[in-house]
Each structure stands twice: as structure tokens, then as C-alpha cells.
């Protein structure tokens, strides 16, 4: 069993950075695990935002932009997000799944566990 915890979230202004962070916990290390970030707007459908595992994947919408890191030792992970923009605004979750090698980036279905989420909003 995972836990995940996200933190980070805030109102910012478009153009700004934030760095949302992931605490997971419980008898594992995340060093098994693929760690994703995915993201849900107002009257949107949950989409992928980020993952990370033996590679990195990113939605195109955020490439260039965002960078997801990993930090196994403290069971951490990270979502580094930059040049942020209004459409930005939605609710951040992280997630969790045991390790697929995976060439290509998975939805929201594949994840098994997920933190509560974190708002981010961006005003323009």
C-alpha cells in the first residue's frame, strides 16, 4: 500500500513558477514505482500531466515547461512547473503504479494509487 501526500499548490500569476511535491509513504520505496502527475479542470476529464519511471514522458501541452523529478531516498517526487499559464488552472494529483517499463506514457487508469490533489491557479 502507497500513500501519497501532494503539496505546492497556490494562486500565482501567468509567467510564474511553482514546484508541487509528492510525500509518499507506507512499506515500499518509490524507487519500484512509476510516479505520474496528472491534472483535472473544472468540468474536464483527469489528464496526464508528467511521469516518471525508467523514462520520462510529458503531455505536449507541457513540454519544454514543466519538469517531473524523483527522489527515491526521501520517497519524494517532484513537478517542477514553469512559464505557467491560466490553462494551467486545475487541481494537480499524484500517482502511483508499480514499475511497467513502458515506452509510452499511461492515463489515469493505469495509476493505482493517487494523493489527494493540490490546487493550482493560475491568474492571467
Known amino acids: 500500500q502507497v500513500q501519497l501526500v501532494e503539496s505546492g499548490g497556490g494562486l500565482v500569476q501567468a509567467g510564474d513558477s511553482l514546484r508541487l511535491s509528492c510525500a509518499a509513504s507506507?512499506?515500499?520505496?518509490?524507487?519500484?514505482?512509476?510516479m505520474g502527475w496528472f491534472r483535472q479542470a473544472p468540468g474536464k476529464e483527469r489528464e496526464f500531466v508528467a511521469a516518471?519511471?525508467?523514462?520520462?514522458h510529458y503531455a505536449d501541452s507541457v513540454k519544454g515547461r514543466f519538469t517531473i523529478s524523483r527522489d527515491n531516498a526521501k520517497n519524494m517526487a517532484y513537478l517542477q512547473m514553469d512559464s505557467l499559464k491560466p490553462e494551467d488552472t486545475a487541481i494537480y494529483y499524484c500517482?502511483?503504479?508499480?514499475?511497467?517499463?513502458?515506452?509510452?506514457?499511461?492515463?489515469?487508469?493505469?495509476?493505482?494509487?493517487w494523493g489527494q490533489g493540490t490546487q493550482v491557479t493560475v491568474s492571467s
Open positions: 516518471i519511471g525508467w523514462r520520462v
Open positions: 507506507g512499506r515500499t520505496f518509490i524507487s519500484r514505482y512509476d
Open positions: 500517482a502511483a503504479r508499480p514499475q511497467s517499463y513502458s515506452n509510452s506514457a499511461a492515463g489515469p487508469g493505469a495509476y493505482d494509487y
